[in-house]
């Protein structure tokens, strides 16, 4: 697959989300993330993540949700990992300004299945989340599958394209509706977030990433508190180190 296929066919997807809406209201945000990684020692296949994310919305004018996301894992083999996690999420709500801050909190297990095709590598990763807020007793859970390619530029490129697209979908029906329009009530397709752009690899083990990305949320998901559906559109950057 040629750089230019991916990108057409990255392109295509992303365009593709908001048709799937008859109306929507789009928001421009901004997302950024820190994120390192590695074994706890050489050769050892027990693994360590950690991640920091920050975002921005109301056309970039106001923080939006902040992710503190670790996680321990384990390399069945060079292909195949195990993971389990947990993220604390603080968030203002989309529908009651006056409320203070809601902490949300996650614990996830994972499956992360990683190859290299022709000069690049796919990478399937298959989330569980249990979430919970502070401010309610009931517990979502939600299915999260992300695909990613990466491909380099040229043979012996610094530079690489990036493509990938999550699916995320509910597995069950809450009461989140009457605390926060960000993630709704109904079970079904919660939303489709995908990114493309680019990475600059400064080393074999650090590199960032930066490019467009795209989420679409639907109408329902919102606990019939928005009519119309939602897509984001924001900038991306990414940091990442692997140890």
């Known amino acids: 697959m040629s750089i230019v296929r991916l990108a057409l066919l990255g392109f295509g997807l992303l365009a593709l989300q908001p048709a799937l809406a008859t109306q929507t209201d789009a928001d421009f945000q901004t997302w950024a993330q820190f994120i390192a990684q590695g074994p706890w020692r ?3 296949p027990w693994l360590w993540y950690l991640e920091l994310q920050g975002r921005f919305n109301h056309h970039s004018s106001d923080f939006a949700r902040g992710f503190v996301r670790p996680a321990v894992g384990y390399a069945l083999n060079p292909n195949w990992s195990v993971w389990l996690g947990y993220a604390y999420v603080p968030f203002k709500s989309a529908i009651d300004s006056n409320l203070s801050t809601i902490h949300e909190h996650r614990v996830f297990e994972q499956v992360i299945f990683s190859h290299p095709i022709l000069d690049g590598n796919f990478t399937s990763r298959t989330r569980l989340e249990q979430r919970f807020l502070n401010t309610t007793a009931d517990k979502s859970w939600r299915l999260r599958q992300m ?35 960000n993630w709704g009530a109904q079970s079904g397709l919660n939303a489709n977030r995908g990114f493309l752009g680019l990475a600059y690899n400064f080393t074999p083990k650090s590199w960032v990433e930066f490019g467009y990305l ?5 109408a329902d998901q919102f606990g019939g508190r928005r009519p119309k559906s939602q897509v984001i559109h924001a900038p991306m950057l990414s940091v990442n180190l692997r140890f």
């Open 42 to 44: 050489n050769q050892n």
């Open 147 to 181: 695909l990613r390619l990466t491909h380099p530029l040229r043979p012996g490129s610094k530079w690489a394209g990036v493509f990938w697209d999550e699916v995320f979908i509910s597995l069950n029906t809450t009461d989140w509706s009457q605390i926060t329009a």
């Open 214 to 218: 795209n989420q679409y949320t639907p």
